[in-house]
């Protein structure tokens, strides 16, 4: 079982930068994959970037390499996803997730099983 809990969110202006951090409870935490998607209003849950557990691979949607980094402390128990360079199109909720246990990378959300609440990314043009 593990327990989410995003933060960071905000308000941020175009070319900016925002750091969001989730927090995970569940002693499965320092195996698992975890997943940062998006969902904008009116839109379908988003892919945006994965990493397994010990950070040695990561994969990302095409349209956001090179703006957005994920990384995790597995010390900490917390998954950061690193936006820079950001856009009005990155606008949407946040959600950090997790597949099952064993999991490797996946994009498809139905693979993952555990979410955050989200947290909301507004940027400003």
């Known amino acids: 079982q593990v327990q989410l809990v995003e933060s960071g969110g905000g308000l941020v202006q175009a070319g900016g930068s925002l750091r969001l951090s989730c927090a995970a409870s569940?002693?499965?935490?320092?195996?698992?994959?975890m997943g940062w998607f998006r969902q904008a209003p009116g839109k379908e849950r988003e892919f945006v970037a994965a990493?397994?557990?010990?950070?040695?691979?990561?994969k990302y949607a095409d349209s956001l390499k090179g703006r957005f980094t994920i990384s995790r402390d597995n010390a900490k128990n917390t998954v950061y996803l690193q936006m820079d360079s950001a856009k009005p199109e990155d606008t949407a909720v946040y959600y950090c997730?997790?597949?099952?246990?064993?999991?490797?990378?996946?994009?498809?959300?139905?693979?993952?099983?555990?979410w955050g609440q989200g947290t909301q990314v507004t940027v400003s043009s």
């Open positions: 569940g002693r499965t935490f320092r195996t698992s994959t």
């Open positions: 997730a997790a597949p099952s246990s064993g999991v490797p990378i996946v994009s498809d959300y139905r693979m993952y099983v555990y």
């Open positions: 990493i397994n557990w010990s950070s040695d691979s990561t």
